[in-house]
C-alpha cells in the first residue's frame, strides 16, 4: 500500500485565494483526520470523519475552513479566503481501528504570502 | 475535553545514554496512548503505544510506561544512538487523540 497521499505537497498562494487540500487514505481504513502542525501549536485536530460523516470539527478554527469526504477514498480540505496566519503545516491520517494508529500522509507545507 | 502536557520541549543527551520524556494528562476516561517520533521535515510516525490496561510494554530500545492512578505516562531510549534524533510527540485519547507540544531530542555524538 502507498499510505496515506496528499497534495500537493507544497502550497503558496497570496492572500484571499482559496486553497484546496487533498488526501487520499490507506485503502480499506474508515477513519480519516486533519491535523494542523505549526510552531507555536504543535499537532491541532482540525476535524475527523467516520465511515465518510464528519464525527468532530470542533477544532476547524473559522468559517473559512471547510473540510469534505465524497467517498472512503478521498478527502480535501478547503481554506477561503487564505491568510498568512494559515500558513502551515496540514497533515492528513487515516486509521483503521476507529481512531487507533494514525498512519498520517507526507502532509502539505502552505504558504499564504 | 483532554488536555496533554509534554516536558522537557528540548532534550540534549550523550549518544549511548538514557532519554526519558514525559507527559501527563487530564482525562481519566483516555485508555490509549501513543509515542510519535517526527523526523525534520518528516511525517510522525507511531514508535509505541500502550493501552489503559497495560502498565508497561517494550520494545527493543523503547519503552514505554504508564500510571493511570497518577495519569502521566513516559517514554523510555535506552542506548541512543544518533537517529534517534528527533521530535517526539506523545498522544492521549479518549473519543479522539490529542497530541502533547513535543520534545525535541538531540543526540550529541
Known amino acids: 500500500d502507498a499510505g496515506v497521499i496528499q497534495s500537493p505537497r507544497h502550497e503558496v498562494t497570496e492572500m484571499g485565494q482559496e486553497v484546496t487540500l487533498r488526501c487520499k487514505p490507506i485503502?480499506?481504513?474508515?477513519?480519516l483526520f486533519w491535523y494542523r502542525q505549526t510552531m507555536m501549536r504543535g499537532l491541532e485536530l482540525l476535524i475527523y470523519?467516520?465511515?465518510?460523516?464528519?464525527?468532530?470539527d470542533s477544532g476547524m478554527p473559522e468559517d473559512r475552513f471547510s473540510a469534505k469526504m465524497p467517498n472512503a477514498s478521498f478527502s480535501t480540505l478547503k481554506i477561503q479566503p487564505s491568510e498568512p496566519r494559515d500558513s502551515a503545516v496540514y497533515f492528513c491520517a487515516s486509521s483503521d481501528r476507529g481512531r487507533e494508529k494514525l498512519f498520517f500522509g507526507s502532509g502539505t507545507q502552505l504558504s499564504v504570502l | 475535553g483532554e488536555n496533554v502536557e509534554q516536558h522537557p520541549s528540548t532534550l540534549s543527551v550523550q549518544e549511548g545514554d538514557s532519554a526519558v520524556i514525559k507527559c501527563t494528562y487530564s482525562d481519566s476516561a483516555s485508555n490509549y496512548f501513543p509515542w510519535y517520533k517526527q523526523e525534520l521535515g518528516k511525517r510522525p510516525q507511531l514508535i509505541i503505544d500502550i493501552r489503559s490496561n497495560v502498565g508497561e510494554k517494550k520494545d527493543q530500545r523503547i519503552a514505554v510506561t504508564l500510571n493511570k492512578t497518577a495519569k502521566h505516562f513516559s517514554l523510555h531510549i535506552t542506548e541512543t544512538q544518533p537517529e534517534d534524533s528527533a521530535v517526539y510527540f506523545c498522544a492521549a485519547r479518549e473519543e479522539k487523540l490529542t497530541f502533547g507540544t513535543g520534545t525535541r531530542l538531540t543526540i550529541i555524538p
Open positions: 470523519f467516520n465511515n465518510n460523516v464528519p464525527i468532530d
Open positions: 485503502s480499506g481504513h474508515n477513519s
